[in-house]
Structure formats: structure tokens, C-alpha cells
Nanobody, 114 residues
Framework: QVQLVESGGGLVQAGGSLRLSCTASGSIFSINAINWYRQTPGSQREWIAAITSGGTTNYVVSVKGRFTCSRDNAKNTVYLQMNSLKPEDTAVYYC????????WGQGTQVTVSS
């Protein structure tokens, strides 16, 4: 079992920054990567970024250059630093892990005002 707890969402003006955190507990040794997704009302969850246990990162084109994944293994925490935020980044953000089973965090709301 893996538990994921997110924090760090909020309201920010366009051009601003936020940092999301995803702290994992439980059988974290079985996790190879943490993914970040986001979802707006009426839409499917969209994959936006990932970081592997080795620190390799990948991003969807729409956030590349603005968002950065990092991890603190001592704290079992993955971060999503979001800079140059745009109103279209407004969504509920989720972290996700997979080890044969799928795990989701509870989600955190990010609202970017124009």
C-alpha cells in the first residue's frame, strides 16, 4: 500500500508561481516514478509531468520550461515547481504512483487569475 498526500495549491495571479508537494508513505520502495496529472471540470485527467526514482523528468509540451519536478528522497517527497502560471493552468492537480496498483493523491486546487 502506498499513500500520497499533496499540498501547496492555492490562488495566484497570472505570471506567478506555486510549488506543489506530494509526500509518499507506505511501500514506497516499489515505486519507480511519481507522475503529476491535472483535471478541469468536465475533462479527463491530463498527464503533465513525471520524475523517476533516479531523477529523470519528463513534461507535457504545454508546461515544459515552466514547470519543474524535483524530489527529496530523505523526505519521500516530490515537488512540482510551477512558474509563469497561466489562467489555463487552473485545475485540480494530482500526484500518481504505480507499482502494479494505481495510487492517487487527494488532489489540490490551483487557480490562476488573469
Amino acid at each position: 500500500q502506498v499513500q500520497l498526500v499533496e499540498s501547496g495549491g492555492g490562488l495566484v495571479q497570472a505570471g506567478g508561481s506555486l510549488r506543489l508537494s506530494c509526500t509518499a508513505s507506505g511501500s514506497i520502495f516499489s515505486i519507480n516514478a511519481i507522475n503529476w496529472y491535472r483535471q478541469t471540470p468536465g475533462s479527463q485527467r491530463e498527464w503533465i509531468a513525471a520524475i523517476t526514482s533516479g531523477g529523470t523528468t519528463n513534461y507535457v509540451v504545454s508546461v515544459k520550461g515552466r514547470f519543474t519536478c524535483s524530489r527529496d528522497n530523505a523526505k519521500n517527497t516530490v515537488y512540482l515547481q510551477m512558474n509563469s502560471l497561466k489562467p489555463e493552468d487552473t485545475a485540480v492537480y494530482y500526484c500518481h504512483a504505480y507499482n502494479g496498483r494505481i495510487y492517487w493523491g487527494q488532489g489540490t486546487q490551483v487557480t490562476v487569475s488573469s
